[in-house]
């Protein structure tokens, strides 16, 4: 950063301006420095920053949240950051196509370029961006130039054939993303879980950004209790996120669960209706990726951006 003045050599003479001016020249600089201090500097993303939070917009108490966790960056599905939420780096989203996508590229404004940027909520989902492999492909050319990098869809099964197709026409057209999104749920199984992302990293060879994971049970509905405790869902933590610390192409990871949830993931949650962490959030706050032996191969980018 320029200075807007001159200081010591490349000052003025003193013979010229006198002691006098010399004097508050230099108090305009600590001055300028005292301000620069005082504000957030923007570390690069790199090993250890990899923790984050996938969580609304609207969510009571969302700003705190973040903070609590201690999440190193977030995203709300959608392109508007959530105000006062500390240093945590904010990944915008382009939900769907269409009037969403509108929506989403004018809040991003015309001249961001944000460091990344997720793409299509489970397109594979009739409940959610609900999107054909054309749509999707069509729309990306539209998508590659609001960011520097950009995440594939977050498909509901990013190994079933959606995926797969929506990859190969990608690499028919010359089109490319930078990481693949996934979206994990399922038992309190660290084996199970860590095998599929390796698995799905073997079948794209790019990095990724799990961008929702969490422990639930689908069958726990209409009164039925969830089949996972929470202590089976706090060991399931404390297993495997070390263990994507150390998985150099996983770039991040966002547990689902900050808000209230319905039974299916309510082993899962992070906080409670209070606000004040649970047990398994404590457990996610406290995690620290650095002293986990944190390896990443993503690029620096500045948590600012």
Not at 108 to 123: R, S
Not at 134 to 144: K, N
Not at 166 to 184: L, P, T
Request: aromatic share 10%; charged share 25%.
């Amino acid at each position: 950063m320029a200075f807007p003045w001159r200081i010591g050599m490349l000052g003025p003479s003193p013979s010229i301006i006198g002691t006098a001016a010399i004097e508050v020249e230099m108090k305009l600089a600590a001055l300028f420095c005292a301000v620069l201090c005082a504000l957030p500097i923007a570390a690069p993303a790199g090993a250890g920053d990899k923790k984050g939070i996938a969580i609304g917009q609207k969510d009571a108490g969302a700003a705190g949240t973040i903070q609590k966790l201690n999440a190193r960056w977030y995203y709300t599905w959608n392109a508007e950051p959530i105000a006062q939420a500390g240093s945590a780096q904010f990944v915008p989203m382009i939900w769907s196509d269409g009037a969403n996508m509108d929506r989403q590229v004018a809040r991003l404004g015309p001249d961001a370029k944000p460091c990344a940027l997720l793409a299509f909520n489970e397109p594979d989902g009739k409940r959610q961006a609900d999107m054909s492999v054309d749509e999707a492909v069509g729309a990306w050319d539209r998508i590659r130039p609001l960011a520097r990098r950009i995440g594939s869809p977050a498909a509901v099964n990013p190994l079933g054939p959606w995926f797969e197709d929506f990859s190969r026409r990608m690499a028919d057209q010359g089109k490319e993303y930078d990481f693949v999104a996934v979206h994990w749920y399922g038992a309190p199984s660290a084996k199970s879980f860590l095998r599929k992302i390796d698995d799905i990293h073997a079948a794209y060879g790019k990095p990724i950004w799990i961008t929702e994971f969490a422990v639930s049970d689908w069958a726990a509905r209409d009164g039925r209790k969830s089949r996972y405790s929470t202590a089976a869902t706090e060991r399931f933590m404390r297993t495997v996120l070390p263990e994507l610390e150390r998985r150099p192409y996983v770039e991040r990871y966002a547990w689902m669960g900050a808000g209230a949830y319905r039974e299916a993931t309510v082993s899962s949650r992070l906080v409670d209706d209070s606000g004040a962490l649970t047990p398994l959030g404590r457990i996610y706050a406290e995690f620290d990726g650095d002293a986990a032996g944190s390896v990443t191969d993503e690029p620096a980018c500045a948590a600012g951006e």
